[in-house]
């Protein structure tokens, strides 16, 4: 038997649940014959394979087998003895962690539940290993699978029509997608979707069946007595519905718990927790804080809660609503504020503890009073229980015992402690609209020791969030208070009650301070930035490019692991979410900071994607999903590196990429090949990259929309993109973006002698201009636009480098600089006030975020000569610091949840602070002056 030499549990995981699975099917295979099978573990599952035999089939009939974590080995061991006798490739869940994951309640639902799947070589083989395989685990447990059809009712082998190695499609965004050819030539996506379906051409597997879909059913009754008009959400643990009651005629709530869901090592599911809610309902029902409990009851296996529908908004809904009209006015908050205060207070005074306590659980009802609508993990004061928590709204102690590590069995949880806590959290959310853990702090786990500094501890920055937010500065104390990292010094309820009502109180003759109060209503409120600490920018420095080092996996298909919120996956040799964005992060920090073991990364990485460079099936020509920021990224690489053949290599792939496209904008289109042609020519002299831009900037002029006079380029709606039909303003996708690229190949052409090719490209840049300054709408000094051609302008805050003003300024100031004239500068300068007039609502993001909008004060400092803009763009940084999490002793500036991509993760983020602490040009952006000669023609 061969395995994989690297091990698929996580660097110094040698427990026993990691190696469970893997220990199992070695030891079936040995026992029955399958020593020279092949075992692959990787990060998520592991492969197993007969000898001599590859899975040759593209798509057809597969099968999933489910499991909980407690049944996981059994199923394995069990169903391994029959592919292993039937010689079966298969693949399962490389751990119980995985496996866990897989069951999880919010995992996607058409992909949860598939612990092992098999890959049978034709459908007389699919036949038998299911009539085998459902034999052999009858009688074990494991959640049902909703995008496939059970063997028979109550199985836990399932089947479904879909991908074994078939083609990837990648789309005009970029993305990967899995698509099947039939025998017609037909093509069929294969979606991994809640519902059974399989293409026209496959036949259904079993004769004595029918493959048809149920007909549609009457509406739904549930329990006798409900029926279902409309789901609220669906979830991988079962959906909420609205119900008639028709025993009252009454409109209700119905919670849905799927068996086997959520399942835990001490053999409980989501069905116990739905127990224990309705039992919490029951105990809480004299308090009048929550709804009223009708019926738990079940039908064929799952369990369902019908309760009281309460009526009303919930709170998450409200403060969004009122952070729409400026925030909640003052005699409002203070009265919400006190009611929410109550409802914790009345709760713990009956002795319970609500662990989740967050705006979602709370609705306020016509009349402004509040229940608690979810009280899923409610307990009695002081009992065991496995952790449970929301993000954002936890207490450092209780994020501090993990969710995973401990969900097998009940420990001791946190008090009522931790729910002022959170109570302190949901406040602040309530009267900013803002990210929840400015207030509870950027770092998860038990380390806490950036809780007392003001780096990571965004309490120490209520008062400056409140200049910018003024119904927060009469309740910073109190949330202050609530949300101390001890325990044992946060604010009682009583003591907050009294705080309220009295002299220090919102309403109190001491309210406010001179740092927190709200500024004068005349007055437009302003944010006041973090003071900047450079040492304190080195040590994300240091440890972020570390973290990239550490991190690298040039043995896998991605270089870098992706973000583990759920994102379409991507060309892993792209810039925004690819490994080229990393490798031109290193290059850079390679190039300022002399760091040789930099050289190293940079150079192993090169190798990577050098290797990849035409693997993809059709070249992209946008700058940032497509391949043109892979030439760029790869000829700096080479061109530090000294490697001449690997530099070739790279502007090869930017002589191959189309010249006509869809779009073309900068992040999937013509603007953003043309615009790496024209780094590329300044760095080589080559006339046909030169050519190259100028064919694109051509074809672009002939996709413009003239349309009263203004210059836009929409995306044509042929294109295979989600973009398809846009018309916007921004940098991104719009007007903004195309017209830097045209502008500087203006600039190109003037240098040049192409004196036609300059005044056509400048005139159409300074059209995009002008534009620009129709379209503007400019309140309290900050200049905003539509998010679409021909719609209202966006007036809230906005820190964009993709569709919002900073990436829009990015390119006014650059036409400023080629004309002289004012207006943009002006405009460009109301775009910066904008930007950095709410840098605490904004992620820390190249694209998205603080910096993407640091780059552009970083423009507007080196154009203007400026040296306030520099300041801010230091004031941003500051906020970024802030924001940063730990991990392993490092000081990171994104999480695992944004990954080390170049777009909102950490890659991006760095590049911003390595300029800032460095210096250097703008990333993904032709550094020359431009000729304002040529651009006023």
């Known amino acids: 038997m061969t395995s994989n030499p690297h091990p698929a549990a996580p660097p110094g995981d040698v427990s026993a649940d990691s190696l469970l699975l893997l220990d199992v099917a070695r030891a079936v295979l040995s026992r029955s014959g399958g020593q020279r099978w092949t075992l692959q573990p990787t990060e998520s599952w592991c492969f197993v394979r007969p000898p001599g035999l590859a ?85 074990l447990s494991g959640p049902r699978i909703l995008s496939d059809r059970p063997v028979r009712p109550g199985s836990l082998v399932f089947f479904r029509y879909g991908q074994f190695s078939g083609d990837m499609v990648l789309t005009d965004d970029g993305v990967l997608e899995p698509w099947m050819t039939g025998p017609d030539g037909s093509r069929v996506k294969d979606e991994r979707a809640a519902g059974f379906t399989f293409p026209p051409w496959a036949t259904y597997p079993f004769p004595d069946a029918s493959g048809s879909p149920a007909p549609a059913a009457a509406p739904v009754l549930l329990g006798g007595r409900f029926k279902v008009l409309r789901a609220v959400r669906h979830a991988n643990k079962g959906g909420v519905y609205r119900a008639l009651d028709e025993r009252t005629g009454l409109e209700v709530i119905v919670k849905h718990a799927r068996a086997h869901v959520g399942a835990r090592l001490d053999g409980t599911d989501v069905r116990d927790r739905l127990r224990d809610e309705a039992r919490m309902l029951e105990q809480l029902a004299p308090l009048g804080v929550t709804p009223e409990k009708l019926q738990l009851f079940e039908e064929q296996g799952d369990l369902f809660l019908a309760e009281e529908l309460v009526p009303g908004q919930p709170l998450h809904l409200w403060q969004s609503a009122r952070a729409r009209e400026g925030g909640p006015g003052a005699d409002e908050a203070a009265a919400m504020v006190a009611r929410l205060v109550t409802l914790v207070r009345t709760v713990h005074e009956a002795g319970f503890v609500i662990r989740d306590f967050k705006p979602h659980n709370v609705m306020v009802g016509p009349s402004g009073e509040l229940r608690l609508i979810d009280t899923e993990y409610v307990i009695e004061a002081g009992q065991d229980r496995a952790p449970a928590y929301t993000r954002g709204f936890a207490a450092p102690e209780v994020r501090a015992l993990g969710l995973r590590a401990s969900a097998a069995e009940s420990t001791e949880v946190a008090g009522p402690e931790a729910d002022r806590f959170s109570l302190g959290v949901v406040l602040f959310s309530l009267l900013t609209d803002l990210d929840p853990r400015w207030a509870a702090g950027w770092t998860d786990g038990a380390d806490g020791s950036d809780r007392d500094d003001r780096l990571g501890d965004g309490r120490r920055m209520l008062p400056l969030i409140a200049l910018a937010h003024p119904s927060l500065a009469p309740f910073g104390e ?460």
Request: aromatic share 8%; hydrophobic share 45%; net charge negative.
């Open 478 to 937: 109190l949330i202050d208070g609530l949300t101390r990292a001890d325990p044992g010094t946060r604010w009682t309820l009583p003591h907050a009650l009294a705080w309220l009502s009295g002299p220090n109180g919102p309403n109190g003759p001491n309210a406010g301070t001179p740092e927190t109060a709200a500024p004068a209503a005349a007055t437009p409120p302003r944010a006041a930035l973090p003071p900047y600490r450079p040492a304190a920018i080195d040590r994300l420095l240091d440890d972020g490019l570390a973290h990239l080092q550490r991190t690298m996996t040039p043995r896998r298909a991605t270089l870098w692991p992706a973000p583990e919120w759920n994102v379409p996956r991507s060309d892993p040799c792209n810039t925004w979410n690819g490994a080229a964005g990393v490798l031109a992060t290193l290059t850079h920090a390679a190039q300022a900071r002399g760091d040789t073991s930099l050289l190293t990364t940079v150079a192993e990485a090169a190798r990577w994607l050098d290797e990849r460079l035409f693997s993809a099936d059709r070249l992209l020509p946008g700058l940032c999903f497509g391949r043109s920021g892979t030439a760029w990224a790869l000829y700096d690489a080479a061109r530090l590196l000294g490697d001449t053949a690997m530099a070739d290599r790279a502007i090869a792939l930017a002589g191959r990429l189309p010249s006509r496209w869809p779009s073309p904008d900068v992040t999937h289109g013509l603007s953003g090949a043309g615009t790496a042609c024209l780094h590329l020519w300044q760095a080589t002299a080559d006339e046909s990259l030169l050519d190259a831009a100028f064919a694109r900037a051509d074809a672009v002029l002939d996709t413009a929309d003239r349309t009263d006079g203004d210059w836009t380029w929409p995306t044509s709606r042929a294109t295979d993109s989600v973009l398809a039909g846009a018309h916007t303003y921004g940098f991104a996708h719009g007007t903004a973006g195309v017209g830097a690229f045209l502008l500087a190949a203006a600039a190109a052409a003037e240098i040049c002698g192409h004196t036609g090719e300059a005044g056509r490209f400048a005139a159409a840049a300074v059209g995009a201009g002008d534009t620009l300054v129709r379209a503007a709408r400019v309140e309290d000094g900050r200049a905003a636009w539509p998010a679409e051609v021909g719609g209202e302008p966006q007036l809230r805050p906005s820190t964009q480098w993709c569709n919002g003003p900073a990436g829009i300024g990015t390119f006014l100031i650059r036409l400023w600089a080629a004309t002289g004239r004012q207006p943009f500068a002006d405009l460009a300068e109301q775009a910066a006030a904008a930007g950095v007039s709410d840098p605490w609502r904004a992620i820390a993001g190249a694209c998205c975020g603080n910096a993407g909008t640091g780059h552009f004060l970083l423009d507007l400092a080196e154009i203007t000569g400026e040296a306030r803009y520099r300041a801010q763009a230091e004031g941003l940084a500051a906020v970024i610091d802030a924001q940063h999490c730990a991990s392993d002793g490092l000081r990171l500036v994104a999480d695992a949840t944004s990954g080390s991509e170049y777009g909102n993760g950490a890659a991006g983020i760095l590049d911003f602070l390595l300029r800032l602490r460095h210096g250097g040009t703008r990333p993904w952006a032709v550094s020359w002056p431009p000729a304002p000669s040529t651009a006023e023609a």
């Open 55 to 139: 899975v040759r089939r593209k798509h057809g009939w597969k099968l999933h087998i489910s499991a909980t974590p407690l049944s996981a080995a059994l199923v394995l061991a069990r169903s391994a003895e029959v592919l292993t006798r039937r010689s079966a490739s298969f693949k399962f869940a490389v751990d119980l962690e995985r496996v866990s994951r897989l069951g999880d309640v919010w995992h996607d639902r058409g992909t949860g539940g598939k612990f092992i799947t098999v890959y049978p070589e034709d459908d007389d083989r699919f036949r038998v290993l299911a009539r085998e395989l459902d034999a052999a685990t009858a009688g």
